[in-house]
C-alpha cells in the first residue's frame, strides 16, 4: 500500500509559477513511476505529466508540455511538478498517483494509488 499526499497548491495570477510535491509512503519508491492529473469542474481527470522510477523517461500532455516539468528525488520519496507560465485553463484539482505499470503512464486506470488532490487557481 502506497499512501500520497500533495501540497504546493493555491491561487495565483496568470504568468505565475508553483511548485506541487507530492510525498509517498513506500519502501519501494524507486519502484513506482508518479504520475501527475487534474480535473476542473465538469470536466473528466487529465494526465498531465509522468515519470519512470529512478529518474527515468517523462511525459508531458501536449498542454502543458514546455511549461511544466515533472521531477523525483528518490532519496526523500518526493515527486514534484514545478509549473511555469500557469494560465486560467491550468485551474484544477492536482492529483498525484502512483503505479507500478511498466505500459503507458497516460492513462488514469494504469495508476494503482492516488493523493486527496491539491487546488490549484490561476486567474487572468
Known amino acids: 500500500q502506497v499512501q500520497l499526499a500533495e501540497s504546493g497548491g493555491g491561487s495565483v495570477q496568470a504568468g505565475a509559477s508553483l511548485r506541487l510535491s507530492c510525498s509517498a509512503s513506500?519502501?519501494?519508491?524507486?519502484?513506482?513511476?508518479m504520475g501527475w492529473f487534474r480535473q476542473a469542474p465538469g470536466k473528466e481527470r487529465e494526465f498531465v505529466a509522468a515519470?519512470?522510477?529512478?529518474?527515468?523517461?517523462?511525459y508531458y500532455a501536449d498542454s502543458v508540455n514546455g511549461r511544466f516539468t515533472i521531477s523525483r528525488d528518490d532519496a526523500k520519496n518526493m515527486a514534484y511538478l514545478q509549473m511555469n507560465s500557469l494560465k486560467p485553463e491550468d485551474t484544477a484539482l492536482y492529483y498525484c498517483?502512483?503505479?507500478?505499470?511498466?505500459?503507458?503512464?497516460?492513462?488514469?486506470?494504469?495508476?494503482?494509488?492516488w493523493g486527496q488532490g491539491t487546488q490549484v487557481t490561476v486567474s487572468s
Open positions: 498517483a502512483a503505479t507500478t505499470s511498466i505500459f503507458d503512464l497516460k492513462y488514469a486506470h494504469d495508476y494503482d494509488y
Open positions: 515519470i519512470r522510477g529512478s529518474g527515468g523517461s517523462t
Open positions: 513506500t519502501r519501494a519508491f524507486t519502484s513506482h513511476a
